[in-house]
């Protein structure tokens, strides 16, 4: 009985001192990389408010600077600047966007709209930016198609 | 007894075993937590390892399948069996001997040249020698020596060119023999090599160790680790959108001009740049780091820290914006700010306050000035009624004895003159700075007044005295003086003053009361403890300039601690860096995060909030203001910047080298004090974005333009100038936006004997002028002018510049209307234009189409013949 007693008394102790053991690890780290993709935006969030992509955020800007006079502000083709012949492209339209690639799309801007068989309204811009800043205009676009 | 003696030693091996266990579990523990638990990062190389080899492997595959899809292998394999034929007939026994013989005699050769080319070294050495001697001792034996130097060395040269000779004959005759075999390995090994490339790409990429990657800057002392984990970050391809693994958005912005080897990652984006145990860490998100991540916009904080000119700056465009409101706000009237020392008061001149306004306006207006217009920048300091009247009876008292109002809502207007007011009013363009009834203000940046309820806040005298001279009641205001006539003035006033009237006012005191004494003194008082004498001036308190903390230490400005002001009572303290323990948090301690963004952003938010006795006034910011601001006072900090990062403004840099700052100098600066050119439009780097910039109007415009333009302003631009500008607030209704008319050439300048007109177009001309922009184009010999004219006309159709430009009836209206543009510009700054528009003004819309010489003289010659007949 008595010999029961100590050893139930030492499990206690012991168990007791494996969980100190364990308190004094770290806390589990993230493991995994969802947990990690997860913590980026949760983080930064904290001091930053990070919201929009850095791509978006920057194709905005240039998109309402460079483009929107024509094409709109919301890129509906119907920019202060009305009265165009032809009509500027309609972003917004998704069964048009379906039918232009990427490619096209990177291609008209940086080579003007003739370069893909249209009129010569748009004008070339590829000297005027870096590829990258046309990438950020193009990702941007892609987001103006609704319904 | 024995049975217990058998009982305690069974005791004594379960403690055993039971340590042993646990000791085995730990050694185990802590082999495993060393080797992964502490290094997460371990996972993240692996895993962009893998996603690298994938990208790579998916090119060397699409490589492949294009190459037998070309019909590559075929070519490959017609090309491998040539050069085996080629081989063969290299190896057999005649080619071959030929071969070996010419090698060896060019061995030989080539040695006997080696040998000479040593020989003639040491001529050459010798005579210097001896050239050397001579010069120094002048005796004949040396000179006699150098003849015979000269001698040798002539001799040796002819050999050595002979045996070059010989060398070239059989290198050719050599290469005649190797030729078709080396010109067949050289096209197998191009068309290889795309294959071979990424074959040696993907093994290296499988050759890359998994370790830490560690930047070290010495001069600040920062150790960075943050590529341990972001190991993507300054690759040349986006290998995964993904964090840690991502490349860093516009790297040709931000890395391109910021070497990540040179700065590191912490300086710009803080964080705990040695921790690589866990994301929490790395990023700082961890307690006692003060400096948690910076990401997104608010990371742009940083370029303040070593840029001193940030305007116009490139990937800055936010915290650009940002700091418009430190203007806006005039917080550097009561904060020393480094960099905004000489910025001007926020507020008008109260000197003479008492006659200008209304008593009962003033007592309003300083309970709460939104009351008056919604969008008024002063601050309230929810003075009660009591100090309120206080404060305006010292104001009063300083131009008189009386509180004292007028009210003109009982008085019949001249409708005549009303008429005459209005039609001059709308010519005048007021509404381009001032809004009334909601409408205009489109010149955000001069925060003209709101003067919808102006006709019950000034009286009329002080109004005729105003708009005829305003330099001479508020030295430094941005209204121009506009030369009008008294006829005109005195329209002006009587239409304003019946026009914009407040229904709600009061006026108490059109039966003037005398001042108390000791309401002024309280007045006085009070004046002096909120420090209204930081953004306004003020009789007596000229030189108390600061009240308030400074919000950016001496440590990093450049150059510029002996210039910091006087401060009454203040700290030195950069709020961007401050340590936590020394912010306040006083009431809130508890409800609110203790971080310095949080504690930044509620000051701001309710600046008393924090304890009693606090003086900061109420800005009644707009959340968005808040973050913007809070953004800016972030990035004020102390940190330790080497000199080899700082990138002073161009201001600093003049104060460096000991010059003066570029400064409008004789007649044009009285006339730039009076019209207020710089308002608008930016003249070397003074000035607004509003308008376009004149830094070098006297190479772009004609004078004959430049007279009638000033004498009638005519829309040139008329749809860029309606575009909501980027900072700007969009939405605002579109006034019809024109340079107004100031009516200019018809008066002398003080002193001078010249008109305005004059003294601006002298100016332009003398001081305006670029050396890049030549006064007359290159001419082309070889075609007729019009056949030049009939190229650049096709070239204006080609290539679509009429969706832009307007000549005529026919054309967009974005850019400048071309029809008379052989008479506004010169010809050189066309020229200079087409080639890169973007020199003249960054942000221009006009893309860059990369025009020849001979396209630009082409257009140029075409758009100088566009003119329009004025006279």
New interface residues.
């Given amino acids: 009985m008595q010999k029961s007693i100590k050893i139930r008394k030492f499990a206690v102790v012991a168990a007791l001192s494996l969980l100190v053991i364990a308190g004094c690890g770290k806390k589990p780290a993230p493991s995994g990389k969802n947990d990690l993709k997860k913590t980026v935006t949760a983080d930064s969030a904290a001091v930053t408010g990070k919201k929009v992509p850095f791509a978006l955020k920057e194709g905005k800007r240039l998109f309402s600077h460079y483009c929107a006079v024509c094409h709109g502000e919301t890129g509906d083709g119907s920019g202060q600047y009305y009265g165009l012949t032809p009509a500027p492209a309609n972003f917004t339209d998704k069964a048009f966007m379906k039918t232009l690639s990427n490619e096209k799309l990177f291609k008209a801007i940086m080579e003007g709209s003739a370069s893909v068989g249209k009129s010569n309204m748009c004008p070339p811009w590829g000297k005027s930016f870096h590829s990258e800043e046309l990438e950020f205009i193009v990702t941007y676009i892609r987001t103006l198609a609704v319904n | 007894m024995a049975n217990e003696n058998k009982?305690n030693s069974s005791?004594k091996v379960?403690?055993f075993v039971?340590f042993s266990a646990?000791l085995l579990a730990?050694s185990l523990?802590v082999v495993w937590?060393d080797e992964f638990?502490?290094r997460?990062w371990k996972?993240?190389q692996e895993?962009f390892k893998t996603m690298k080899h994938d990208q790579l492997e998916k090119d060397y595959r699409k490589a492949v399948v294009e190459f037998q899809r070309s019909g590559g292998h075929k070519r490959l394999a017609e090309l491998e069996a040539q050069l085996a034929k080629a081989e063969t007939s290299f190896q057999s026994g005649g080619t071959q001997e030929k071969y070996k013989q010419l090698t060896k005699q060019f061995d030989d050769l080539h040695a006997q040249s080696v040998i000479n080319q040593k020989e003639l070294q040491n001529a050459r050495g010798q005579f210097l020698e001896t050239e050397y001697y001579f010069t120094k001792t002048q005796k004949p034996e040396y000179k006699v020596k150098m003849d015979e130097l000269q001698r040798q060395i002539d001799a040796i040269t002819l050999r050595g060119n002979a045996l070059q000779k010989k060398e070239e004959v059989l290198k050719n005759s050599i290469s005649a023999i190797t030729s078709g075999k080396a010109h067949l390995e050289a096209e197998i090994e191009r068309m290889k090599s795309g294959i071979e490339d990424l074959k040696e790409k993907i093994a290296n990429n499988n050759k890359v160790a998994v370790e830490i990657k560690q930047i070290h800057i010495k001069d600040i002392d920062k150790a960075d680790r943050c590529q341990t984990c972001h190991i993507g970050i300054d690759g040349k391809r986006q290998v995964s959108v993904?964090?840690?693994f991502a490349r860093h958005?516009?790297?040709?912005v931000y890395l391109d001009h910021h070497d990540p080897t040179k700065f590191g990652c912490t300086f710009c984006h803080r964080g705990q740049g040695r921790a690589t145990?866990?994301?929490?860490k790395a990023?700082g998100?961890v307690k006692h780091w003060d400096e948690?991540?910076?990401?997104?916009?608010?990371?742009q904080t940083s370029c303040l820290n070593c840029h001193g000119d940030i305007k116009g700056l490139r990937g800055a465009?936010e915290i650009v914006n940002s700091t418009e409101l430190l203007k806006k706000y005039g917080c550097y009237s009561c904060h020393k700010i480094p960099g905004y020392e000489t910025m001007g008061d926020v507020g008008p001149v109260l000197t003479e306050v008492g006659t200008k306004v209304n008593y009962s306006w003033a007592v309003k207006w300083l309970l709460d000035p939104k009351l008056y217009f919604s969008t008024a920048r002063m601050p309230k300091f929810f003075f009660t009624q009591d100090q309120a009247e206080s404060i305006a009876d010292y104001l009063f008292s300083m131009s008189g004895t009386t509180r004292h109002d007028v009210d003109y809502s009982k008085e019949t207007p001249n409708a005549k003159l009303v008429e005459q007011g209005k039609a001059l009013w709308s010519q005048a363009r007021c509404n381009l700075c001032h809004t009334t009834g909601g409408r205009g203000g489109n010149h955000v940046k001069v925060y003209a007044p709101d003067l919808s309820k102006v006709g019950s806040k000034v009286n009329k005298e002080w109004l005729f005295r105003w708009l005829k001279n305003p330099n001479a009641y508020f030295p430094g205001t941005k209204m121009p003086r506009f030369r009008f006539t008294d006829e005109d003035i005195k329209s002006l006033v009587e239409y304003i003053t019946s026009e914009y009237k407040d229904d709600e006012a009061e006026p108490k005191y059109v039966q003037p009361v005398e001042i108390q004494v000791a309401s002024i003194k309280k007045g006085k008082d009070l004046v002096q403890k909120y420090g209204c004498y930081g953004c306004h001036k003020l009789q007596g308190m000229e030189e108390m300039v600061q009240i308030a903390p400074s919000l950016k230490s001496q440590g990093v400005s450049f150059l510029r601690g002996d210039e910091m002001r006087e401060k009454i009572g203040t700290e030195l303290s950069s709020i961007g860096s401050k340590p936590l323990e020394m912010l306040d948090f006083g009431k809130l301690k508890k409800s609110i995060p203790n971080?310095r963004?949080s504690y930044i952003k509620q000051k701001l938010r309710d600046p008393r909030g924090y304890r009693l006795g606090l003086r900061m006034p109420d800005f009644r910011l707009a959340e968005s203001e808040i973050?913007e601001l809070a953004a800016v006072l972030y990035g004020f900090t102390d940190s330790n910047v080497p000199v080899r990062f700082m990138v002073p403004s161009r201001q600093e840099l003049d104060r460096m080298a000991g010059v003066q700052s570029y400064k409008f100098t004789g007649d044009f600066a009285k006339v730039i004090a009076d019209v207020k050119c710089t308002n608008c439009h930016s003249i070397r780097g003074i000035g607004a974005d509003y308008a376009p910039d004149l830094s070098y109007a006297g190479s772009k415009l004609q004078e004959g333009w430049i007279r009638n333009f000033l004498a009638n302003p005519d829309v040139i631009r008329p749809?860029?100038q309606?575009?909501p500008k980027?900072g700007l607030t969009s939405g605002k209704p579109a006034a019809k936006i024109t340079m107004p008319r100031f009516n200019l050439g018809q008066q002398k300048v003080e002193d001078t004997n010249r008109t305005d007109v004059d003294v601006v177009i002298n100016f332009f001309q003398q001081e305006l002028v670029s050396n890049d922009i030549p006064k007359k184009i290159p001419v082309i010999t070889t075609m007729t002018m019009p056949e030049q004219i009939s190229k650049g006309k096709n070239l204006y159709d080609?290539?679509?510049c009429k969706?832009?430009h307007q000549i005529g009836t026919e054309g967009?209206?974005?850019g400048p209307n071309l029809s008379n543009v052989g008479n506004r510009l010169n010809p050189g700054f066309i020229f200079k234009h087409l080639e890169n528009a973007?020199k003249f003004k960054p942000?221009i819309?006009e893309?860059?189409?990369?025009f020849t010489e001979r396209e630009r003289i082409y257009l140029t010659n075409f758009l100088m013949t566009l003119k329009l007949n004025t006279k």
């Fill in positions: 009982n005791y379960y403690v039971f646990v730990l523990w937590d638990g502490l997460p996972k993240y895993e993904l964090q840690p958005p516009a790297s040709f145990t866990s994301t929490e990023h998100n948690p991540l910076l990401a997104g916009d608010m990371t465009e971080d963004l973050n749809l860029l309606q575009m980027l080609e290539k679509g969706s832009c967009g209206a974005l973007r942000d819309v893309p860059d189409y990369g």
